[in-house]
Every structure is written in C-alpha cells, then in structure tokens.
C-alpha cells in the first residue's frame, strides 16, 4: 500500500507563492504517474495537475496554467506542486494522489488509486 502525506499549506496573500509537498511511503511510488487535486467547501474535487513517472511530461488544468508547476524527485519520493500569483479563488483543500495505470495526463479523479488526507491554502485577498 502507498500513503500520501501533504504538506505546505498556509495562509498567504493574493499574488503571493507557495509550494506544496507530498512525500510517499510504502510501496514504492516511482513508476506511478501523479496528480494534484483541490476541493473548496460544498465544491467537488477538481483537477489542478499530473506528472508522469519519469518526470518526462505534465499537464495542468487551464486553470492555473502559467502559475502552477509539478515536478517531482523520484530519490526522495516527493512531489511538488509550486503556485504562484496566487488568487482568492485558489483558496481550497489540496490533495495529491497516484495513478497506477489508465490514461497518461488523466484529469479524472477516479483514475486515481491513492489519496493524501489534503492539506488547506488559503489566499487573502
């Protein structure tokens, strides 16, 4: 079994940055493709981005593209998600998660096989 734990999250202001981390444990996670969600309160879960196992390729919700990076560090077994120019309507519950097979850059939730307990930012306006 593979755990997510995230972490990074916090209060900031509008146009500022934040970088949010997810380290796993467990079985080993290289190969698995990964993705980053968020949720605001009576909203459903959407996508924000994913990143392959190698790190070769991302895709990112128009959302935030241009503000928003993936990566990873397959040594460490962490994946990162930097924000920056953040808004207010960023302001949500963040949740890494990891996909064991379907499609490659799949935005679906249900694609996903592992999930973090999520971690909250905040964006003042």
């Known amino acids: 079994q593979v755990q997510l734990v995230e972490s990074g999250g916090g209060l900031v202001q509008a146009g500022g940055s934040l970088r949010l981390s997810c380290a796993a444990s467990g079985r080993t996670s290289s190969r698995y493709a990964m993705g980053w969600f968020r949720q605001a309160p009576g909203k459903e879960r959407k996508f924000v981005a994913t990143i392959r196992a190698g790190g070769e390729s991302t895709y990112y919700d128009d959302s935030v593209k241009g503000r928003f990076t993936i990566s990873r560090d397959n040594a460490e077994n962490t994946v990162y998600l930097q924000m920056n120019s953040l808004k207010p309507e960023d302001t949500a519950v963040y949740y890494c998660?990891?996909?064991?097979?379907?499609?490659?850059?799949?935005?679906?939730?249900?694609?996903?096989?592992?999930w973090g307990q999520g971690t909250q930012v905040t964006v003042s306006s």
């Open positions: 998660a990891a996909r064991v097979r379907g499609p490659l850059n799949s935005p679906n939730r249900w694609d996903y096989d592992y």
